[in-house]
């Protein structure tokens, strides 16, 4: 599904808007959905050539040719992008980035964030300048990512976020409960593991954006 399919998909369903695009990273292009004080955004494949000449940009391709509707989703990190690097680096968790970019606002301003590619079994982590709240009336409910070893995965998530211990949700599933929106590790016996699904919501509806290998990105909504 390319970017524009994704966003146009996303636009018609949940009625949440996108900024025009930017250079997520040299060789592909994104589009920021701002929920509150967090986004969204979705990201696509531009120019194969320009995007592969790079580590983050090779890290992202193998990436999206996994799952369609890549979205990277604003997660709090403690200490900033930088040490938060750092650290990450020396617990010898993979890491890709970082790579600033700016997105514009409707002001007509811009707004600088930072990514970070940790791998297949984490989000694409996003810092930004956390003092600017936008106009929406959407916020981010949730992000859920499935584990091939469960206990293992809370673990790095713990060492890599800061995260206190995770609340367990039956014998199957940990969660975080953050100021954007939580983080659902669940158990996945079969397939790939890895980023699976978005949750945002309005003050009515909820809205589960799920990536499906067979089905492409689905979007299911739910009344609050």
Same mark, same amino acid.
């Given at each position: 599904?390319? *970017?524009?399919?994704?966003?146009?998909?996303?636009?018609? &369903?949940? #009625?949440? *808007? =996108?900024?025009?695009?930017?250079? %997520?990273?040299?060789?592909?292009? #994104?589009?920021?959905?701002?929920?509150?004080? $967090?986004?969204?955004?979705?990201? %696509?494949?531009? @120019?194969? @050539?320009?995007? *592969?000449?790079? &580590?983050?940009?090779? !890290? +992202?391709?193998? =990436?999206?040719?996994?799952? &369609? $509707?890549? =979205?990277?989703?604003?997660?709090?990190?403690?200490? #900033?992008? %930088?040490? +938060?690097?750092?650290?990450?680096?020396? *617990? !010898?968790?993979?890491?890709?980035?970082?790579?600033?970019q700016q997105a514009p606002l409707s002001d007509g301003l811009h707004i600088q964030f930072g990514t970070a590619f940790l791998g297949y079994d984490m989000p694409w982590l996003i810092e930004y300048e956390q003092s600017r709240a936008w106009d929406s009336p959407f916020r981010l409910s949730g992000i859920e990512v499935s584990a091939a070893n469960l206990s293992a995965s809370a673990q790095q998530y713990r060492q890599v976020y800061h995260l206190s211990a995770p609340v367990p949700i039956g014998e199957a599933a940990y969660e975080w409960q953050l100021d954007r929106g939580g983080i659902r590790l669940i158990q996945q016996e079969q397939g790939q593991p890895g980023f699976s699904a978005v949750t945002i919501a309005d003050k009515e509806r909820e809205y589960r954006i799920e990536f499906v290998p067979e089905a492409g990105m689905t979007i299911t909504q739910s009344s609050l």
């Open positions: 599904m390319l *970017r524009s399919q994704s966003v146009h998909k996303l636009t018609k &369903e949940t #009625g949440v *808007r =996108f900024s025009a695009p930017v250079e %997520a990273i040299p060789g592909a292009r #994104g589009q920021v959905a701002y929920l509150g004080k $967090g986004f969204l955004e979705v990201i %696509a494949e531009e @120019d194969s @050539d320009k995007l *592969r000449n790079t &580590e983050l940009g090779t !890290g +992202f391709a193998e =990436f999206a040719e996994r799952q &369609e $509707g890549i =979205f990277g989703v604003a997660l709090e990190v403690s200490g #900033g992008l %930088a040490s +938060f690097i750092d650290d990450a680096k020396e *617990r !010898g968790v993979p890491y890709i980035g970082p790579f600033m």
